[in-house]
């Protein structure tokens, strides 16, 4: 072994590499494209306890799909709010989504090993209970908690977050209605071709929500969705052509693409020449 003084150093310098937060997220990493869930997640923690937010986040996304773990989103939450607090958007945005609709134990998660322990023990059952999910069963709906994060996420440039953020305040979701925000955050999310956002700018020219109704410009936003694969586009379009709206008469049949789609079916069926 090399005892000089050189030698030593490099030792402590590797030793020292591997006691930091990317060591220890990488170390989870590897673990898991193994699937070795319960090593990623002993190497996560150590990440965390150095402050790694993206090590928070994984956790919580173990919790989430019951990698390793029993499924539980209180326990998913806990983690996420965590990163979320660091900052971390796609913690942010999962957040908000879950929020968004509240979650029960599904199949597999917390519910069913109750259900199963307390057929045998109730008190034991409870007092376990009370140890393996600490941060509860259920996590209830709340629209401000949903919009306090979904906003975060948003403003730190998360597309997604931004177009689910232009849907509450088109609908008044956690906020005041208001069609000037939400035009605003579709758009933002639509540059980056995000389907659900381009629908909405659909929606907002179609209906004249906040501006001046728009056929054309309505047609060319679901236009953009529909390719995007967004199916309530498709339909949107689809019967726009039907109906004669937003396109020249040279272009009333609708594009080969559209009339492709199972979504618009029943639609192209009105559509075709007879």
């Known amino acids: 072994m090399d005892q000089s003084a050189p030698g030593l150093l490099e030792r402590l310098r590797l030793m020292s590499d591997q006691d930091t937060d990317k060591h220890w997220l990488e170390r989870g990493t590897a673990h898991h494209k193994k699937r070795r869930h319960l090593r990623a997640l002993e190497a996560w923690k150590r990440a965390s306890a150095l402050g790694c937010a993206e090590a928070e986040y994984r956790i919580g996304l173990l919790y989430m799909h019951g990698e390793g773990v029993l499924r539980s989103v ?10 979320g607090a660091a900052g971390h958007f796609d913690a942010q945005y999962q957040l908000g989504r879950i929020y968004f609709g509240g979650s029960k134990s599904g199949p597999g998660g917390a519910d069913d090993w109750i259900q199963i322990a307390s ?5 034991s059952a409870r007092q376990a209970l009370k140890i393996l999910f600490p941060n509860g069963l259920t996590i209830e709906k709340d629209l401000n908690e949903a919009m306090r ?8 440039g998360h597309v997604e977050a931004q177009a689910v953020l232009g849907d509450m305040y088109r609908h008044g979701l956690g906020c005041e209605q208001d069609y000037v925000q939400a035009y605003r955050w579709y758009t933002l999310a639509a540059g ?21 109704v728009d056929r054309q410009l309505a047609a060319d936003w679901y236009d953009k969705a529909a ?13 726009m052509y039907l109906a ?20 618009v079916a029943n639609c192209a069926a009105y559509i075709a020449p007879h």
């Open 149 to 156: 994060w979904i906003a975060a996420a948003a403003a730190a």
């Open 74 to 83: 209180p326990d998913a939450v806990a983690w996420f709010r965590r990163a």
């Open 119 to 123: 057929q045998h023990n109730n008190e």
């Open 244 to 263: 004669g709206e937003g396109r020249p008469p040279i272009l009333m049949r609708p594009p080969a693409y559209l009339l492709r789609q199972p979504s």
């Open 192 to 212: 980056n071709s995000v389907a659900s956002a381009q629908f909405g700018l659909g929606d907002i020219h179609y209906q004249g929500l906040g501006v001046e």
């Open 227 to 239: 390719r995007n694969g967004d199916a309530r586009a498709q339909v949107a379009l689809a019967s």
